[in-house]
């Protein structure tokens, strides 16, 4: 009867898993319920939503970039052409590279990101009810948490199935394995059920915001190709960035991190 000690924490830990994820899914459903679902994003409001801070920094760089005013080099180094910033976040990443007026993009990306436009940003949107608070328990994570809870249950089921007494003269393998299926298939019924309801999962945006994403992405509310494309990177990151020396600015890795390019 060992086997009940492991049976014990598979509850517990399976029990505890769905419990979170229920509350993360009432609280999901109770900011829906509040959010400003005739809100029209900006550019870095589904940049935030789509991505957060670090999304936001990469908006910002790229179209400082598309209009000549930051040369974002393939080497990874960043350059300002004009350091005039029109808005908040510009002056944010104009900063971010220094008064040398060049630095990696890599730093300056994380430092705008950190900066506190983007937490007043980020207020904004959760205020609307478009963002997930910070450091809220996000229905993202509570599914984490459900699948971590079902590999567990498995893992513990296998070592119980291995235990000396169980072997199959004991008589005890059917149960056992029937007892550990209990919690295995209310953490899987819940990821089922979750993933029905609430799918896709989002670490920032709150099911109303992911809405207004969705929007966005079908229809760009712009007035050119330009706002169109910087949409694009809005939504969808450097990956949708057309020109390659643009975009190897983004992933380039230099070996020396004294040189320039």
């Known amino acids: 009867m060992f086997w009940v000690l492991l049976l014990l924490p598979a509850w517990a830990v399976a029990g505890t898993a769905c419990v979170r994820l229920c509350l993360a899914a009432v609280r999901a459903a109770a900011v829906d319920a509040t959010a400003a679902r005739d809100h029209s ?6 940049a935030f939503l789509s991505g957060g801070p670090a999304r936001v920094a990469e908006l910002t760089l790229v179209s400082m970039a598309r209009q000549r005013r930051l040369l974002l080099a393939h080497t990874g180094w960043a350059t300002v052409v004009d350091p005039r910033g029109h808005d908040e976040m510009e002056r944010s990443v104009i900063g971010a590279i220094g008064p040398e007026g060049q630095s990696r993009i890599a730093p300056v990306r994380a430092s705008a990101a950190t900066a ?7 207020d904004r949107l959760v205020a609307a009810g478009l963002a997930v608070p910070d450091g809220e328990r996000t229905i993202a994570g509570a599914v984490r948490q459900v699948q971590a809870a079902a590999a567990t249950v ?8 291995l235990l000396p007494s169980q072997a199959p003269d004991a008589g005890y393998e059917v149960p056992v394995a029937v007892w550990f299926a209990l919690p295995l298939i209310l953490t ?8 029905i309801e609430v799918h896709p999962y989002s670490r920032w945006a709150s099911p109303a915001g992911q809405r207004l994403l969705g929007t966005l992405a079908r229809h760009p509310d712009g007035t050119g190709d330009d706002r169109t494309y910087l949409t694009s990177v809005a939504v969808r990151g ?4 057309g020109e390659p020396d643009l975009r190897a600015a983004f ?7 004294g040189r320039r390019g």
Do not use: Q
Request: aromatic fraction near 2%; charged fraction near 20%.
């Open 251 to 257: 992933t380039h890795r230099d070996r020396s991190a």
């Open 116 to 122: 506190e436009s983007v937490h007043r940003l980020a």
């Open 238 to 241: 450097v990956r949708a960035v």
């Open 154 to 161: 498995l893992v513990l089921g296998a070592v119980a199935l």
């Open 188 to 195: 899987l019924s819940c990821l089922a059920i979750t993933r």
């Open 41 to 46: 994003l900006t550019l870095y409001e589904a």
